[in-house]
């Protein structure tokens, strides 16, 4: 199995940027597919972005598409999500999530995730 830790997370000003990490120790790296997914007060869990094994193929949901980016690091054992022209609808609880398998949007097909990292946008 494979522990997850993100880290990066604060308050940053509508229009700024934060770059989130997610830093992994268990099983190699590179076994697992990843997800960023986000959680606001009274919201469901939803996907914000995914990314294949070996990082070449990605996919963002509609709300974070042209502003958010993620990669990996197979090497360092990290994922990143840098999110850029922030809005105050992107306030949320950040969490990082691993599969074995292909990408998914979906976050109960992911079995291991991160405690959540804080995101608040002001205005």
């Known amino acids: 199995q494979v522990q997850l830790v993100e880290s990066g997370g604060g308050l940053v000003q509508a229009g700024g940027s934060l770059r989130l990490s997610c830093a992994a120790s268990g099983r190699p790296f590179s076994d697992y597919t990843l997800g960023w997914f986000r959680q606001a007060p009274g919201k469901e869990r939803e996907f914000v972005a995914r990314i294949s094994r070996n990082g070449v193929l990605t996919s963002y949901a509609d709300s974070v598409q042209g502003r958010f980016t993620i990669s990996r690091d197979n090497a360092k054992n990290s994922l990143y999500l840098q999110m850029n022209t922030l809005k105050p609808e992107d306030t949320a609880v950040y969490y990082c999530?691993?599969?074995?398998?292909?990408?998914?949007?979906?976050?109960?097909?992911?079995?291991?995730w991160g405690q959540g990292t804080q995101v608040t946008v002001s205005s």
């Open positions: 999530a691993a599969r074995i398998g292909y990408t998914s949007d979906y976050c109960g097909d992911y079995r291991y």
